[in-house]
């Protein structure tokens, strides 16, 4: 079943309505974007639609490292660790992956979004590896809110975390994830976004 929640994304106060009009009607056209004149100004809303899935516990090993939304290095952190999974060797001498996706996972909550959280990215494997040369992540069973996402691999997902966080999900804080479903470094990815639910 899909579901569909509507998300506040932006409120202005016009000085000219003609302008602010055609701005918001761009935006319309081409994101799905609802919005609504207020006394106060415009109120902007997206539906961002998901459905709820049941995941069995998946591992992935790869690189992590400890950050918070909030830091003004996390950027850097996250960016990082892509920079280290790809181009220090990391992604190619994982051994019995499941499949040649990347994931990008948020794990070991402190609080909520606000709070300090692992980052980690790897990839999905058969098993744990022996040697403890890389880092492991036990992605738990589970209901997920399973968002689908399709543009730039970079825009797409943090433009798509803006507005989860602003959702009225149960989340569980315990782990979510990113899963690139290919490549494609334009304007062209799909990735799957999923957000644990508390049971």
């Not at 106060?40 to 997206?46: D, E, Q, Y």
């Not at 948020?106 to 999905?124: H, P």
């Not at 809110?145 to 975390?161: T, Y």
Request: proline share 3%.
């Amino acid at each position: 079943m899909t579901y569909s929640c509507r998300v506040l994304f932006a409120k202005i106060n016009p000085s000219n309505h003609t302008s602010v009009s055609t701005y918001l009607m761009l935006i319309h056209m081409q994101k799905g974007i609802v919005f609504t004149e207020k006394k106060k100004g415009w109120v902007l809303s997206m539906n961002m639609e998901y459905e709820i899935v049941t995941l069995e516990e998946k591992i992935a090993v790869g690189v992590s490292a400890r950050t918070n939304n909030t830091s003004l290095e996390m950027g850097t952190v996250i960016g990082g660790l892509w920079n280290r999974f790809y181009n220090d060797g990391v992604y190619a001498s994982i051994p019995k992956k499941t499949n040649a996706k990347a994931l990008g996972i948020y794990t070991d909550y402190a609080g909520d979004e606000k709070a300090d959280y692992t980052a980690f990215v790897g990839c999905e494997t058969a098993e744990a590896p022996a040697e403890n040369e890389y880092a492991v992540c036990r992605i738990p069973a589970g209901q997920y809110a399973k968002f689908v996402v399709r543009g730039n691999m970079v825009q797409a997902v943090a433009e798509a975390w803006q507005e989860i966080w602003q959702m009225n999900l149960p989340r569980a804080f315990q782990c979510d994830f990113e899963e690139y479903q290919d490549d494609d470094m334009g304007d062209n990815a799909e990735i799957h976004i999923y957000v644990g639910l508390r049971e």
